[in-house]
């Protein structure tokens, strides 16, 4: 680390040279704060409100294979792409990876894909295909899941889990958390210097050789006040639902039934209900999330209970709460707002634009930007700043 005493009219602050800032904790930041400790960079991450306050607390935590972008029947890049990471995330689980999850349970270690008997027509076959083999599985019925233990049609298992986003988030936060503070970054706290970005904080400055923009949809803004015009953004609209009814059973599903187009009619994951006095809730997305985003929150509840109804017939949808919630996907822009397939890491001037565009993807962001960084500098101190930490957020299905 080395100290700059600065001495012009603005700049009367003394300032300490670090490998890298980060701006933004979401899971982009904390892992990538996490990851870059390890491989012994010196970095400082700032978040302006509270810990995944952006799209990770509201993520259904599902950490998949990408087998749900193959509903057309065949696998596409982004398939392929995401394919190892449950493997990646596993390693991380056990305390192997190049990020500690260790201690981190997950909520369930399957994820499953149920649809009516006779619905799934050619995706049968595809199921069964060689080209699937160890990624899915067909279920007797005597092996369903408790959650749809009366449900009369066909279930498979994926080799998927899903992770409750709060807890992965404490736990990334745990052994970084001196390192994290609460500040919004905007443009006139940051300059370019010969060797990096210049950040103002209140009485104090640092030298960061990099800049990294892990801001969600806050990145597009800074950006543009920065006044760079590439690259550029997409924010992609969801309407999630929230279900609550005395008769849930934990469930972590897909449901395929008569499914018209390649996304899961329904994605279902469960959640502890802290808010009333039924146990569970289920946070609900998929088509019903993207198909509703134009919808007003009345139209959207009217069009979640028939699909309810629809898709999970054993329960009586009248005895529901729904509750809506809007949340819109920070990603790199894609031809025709589509889906981006890999995490997204551009580097320019100083600086590293990462959004991971799934939660899924967090290890393949960490390989591409570590590919990207010089080695680190050497750290005598360990550096604290005068501003507040940044505390942790919680699920929106508890606000
Ligand atoms: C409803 C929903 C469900 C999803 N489900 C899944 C899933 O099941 N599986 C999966 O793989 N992916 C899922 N995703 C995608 C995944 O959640 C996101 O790709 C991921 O959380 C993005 O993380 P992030 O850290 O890039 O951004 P964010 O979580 O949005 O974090 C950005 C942070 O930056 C902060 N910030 C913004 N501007 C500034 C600034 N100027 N200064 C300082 N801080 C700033 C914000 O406050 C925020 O905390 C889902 C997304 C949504 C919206």
Redesign the pocket.
Known sequence: MSEDHSNSATETTTSTTIDAAI?????????LLNLLRRKGYSVLL???????????????????GGLKYALSGSLTGASEAIAS?PARWRDSLSGKGDVDLSGLEPLSDKYYMFAEAGSLGRLTSFFASKLLRGRIQKLAPARFPDGLSDFNGVVYELDDF?LD?QALLERLLEPVCSLVYN????AGDLRRTTDGWRLDLGSEAIIARQLIL??????G??LGELGFKSPRMQLRP?H?VVARHPDLHPLYAHCLTGLTRSEPRI?I?THTDRLTDQRWLWYL?GQL?TKGADLNSTDQKVRAYRELTTCVPWIDWDKADLQC?R?????PAQDEGKRPDEAYVEAFDHTLV????????APDLGDRVLARLQPPIEVKDSIALNLPRAGM?TSPWIQ
């Not at 949340?327 to 990603?331: F, G, K, P, T």
């Open positions: 701006v933004g904790g979401g899971i982009a930041g904390l892992w700032f978040e302006a409100d509270r810990i995944g306050c952006g799209q990770t607390l509201s993520s259904q935590g599902m950490i998949h990471m899903v986003t500040a919004r970054i905007g892990a801001a969600g949809a806050g990145t803004k800074l969801l999630q994605t994951t997305g999330a919630l949340i819109d996907r920070a990603e990462c959004l991971p565009t799934k939660l899924s993807l957020g």
